[in-house]
């Protein structure tokens, strides 16, 4: 994949840490919780857990100059999918690796601090691009619906990744129908422009597909029961086919995009752990369309 290989080469956070043996199952998602989860402001304010993630600055005086990685805080239902995970999974390891890499190969600048929202912070307008991770079990209050309808109609976007199978889907979906009742959903083919704006992606969707770490460095193994796979089982199914789903406003412009049946957001957080992982998941696919979709709809 053209310019795909640069990133290892050039950044020794993946190539000079020792690789870390260690899996965390202390929340859905393998993420250890902090109670300063509940009230931090940005990435920096909580510990890393994966490898020291990197830091930048940017030119002083244009510091609001910059696009900023903003995760949603947000409730989880007391109902549904059992697999599904919390607001906070692969946080902040993730948010802090993903800006580093969409500085470092794009022309975007990028908040090296992050942000962490809750839909009715009055600061959410300000942050055009948006993040939920497991929305599986999704469940937003009666006063987040008329904002988030209010952000999404006025050129906000929201990319909801990391969820997984039909039961997943529908906790999303109903939600996101509360806020845009008249919209549908539609597959993002192939030959959409999004694959194709920074990294040409020139794969079936399901090559872009990311299982959790554990799963993904067990497809190497011939002797493993996940050689070769990339997909990941949740109530009862098997999760093979990847989807890359939008909902556009009317001039075809997009206003969330899920990810659904991969991980990208462990393809983020991962990344200096394991060598094969990071190689085969990270560099080939989650980076790519990470960056590739933030890069679009900040450009469209």
């Not at 080469?9 to 393998?30: H, K, N, S, T, Y």
């Not at 990685?69 to 999974?89: E, K, L």
């Not at 872009?208 to 990941?232: A, F, H, I, K, M």
């Amino acid at each position: 994949m053209k310019g795909v290989g640069l990133i290892y080469a050039i950044f020794p956070l993946a190539a000079g840490i020792v690789l870390a043996q260690r899996w965390r199952e202390a929340a859905p998602g393998g993420d250890d919780y902090y109670p300063e989860f509940e009230t931090c402001r940005t990435a920096r304010e909580v510990p890393w857990h994966s490898t020291p993630p990197p830091n930048w600055t940017n030119q002083v005086g244009f510091e609001k100059d910059a696009f900023t990685f903003a995760r949603i805080r947000r409730d989880r239902a007391p109902y549904g999918s059992w697999r599904a995970g919390w607001w906070w999974t692969d946080f902040p390891d993730s948010d802090l690796n993903l800006s580093f890499r969409l500085q470092q190969m794009t022309s975007l600048k990028v908040d090296p601090e992050g942000r962490v929202l809750n839909l009715t912070d009055p600061d959410l307008f300000n942050y055009p691009w948006i993040y939920m991770v497991e929305p599986g079990r999704l469940l937003l209050k009666d006063e987040e619906v008329p904002v988030l309808r209010k952000y999404l109609l006025n050129g906000g976007v929201l990319m909801a990744d990391d969820f997984w199978g039909e039961v997943q889907w529908k906790g999303f979906y109903d939600q996101v129908k509360r806020v845009l009742p008249g919209r549908e959903f539609i597959e993002l083919r192939m030959d959409h422009p999004i694959f194709h704006c920074v990294f040409d992606l020139k794969v079936s969707k399901n090559k872009l597909q990311t299982p959790n770490v554990w799963v993904g460095e067990q497809s190497q193994y011939p002797d493993s029961r996940y050689y070769g796979v990339t997909w990941e089982y949740h109530d009862g199914e098997q999760c093979r086919e990847m989807h890359v789903r939008a909902i556009l406003d009317d001039k075809d412009r997009i206003m969330v995009i899920a990810t659904h049946n991969t991980d990208n957001g462990d393809g983020w957080e991962r990344e200096g752990e394991y060598e094969y992982f990071f190689r085969e998941f990270a560099e080939k696919r989650a980076y790519p369309l990470g960056i590739n979709i933030i890069f679009y709809v900040m450009t469209h």
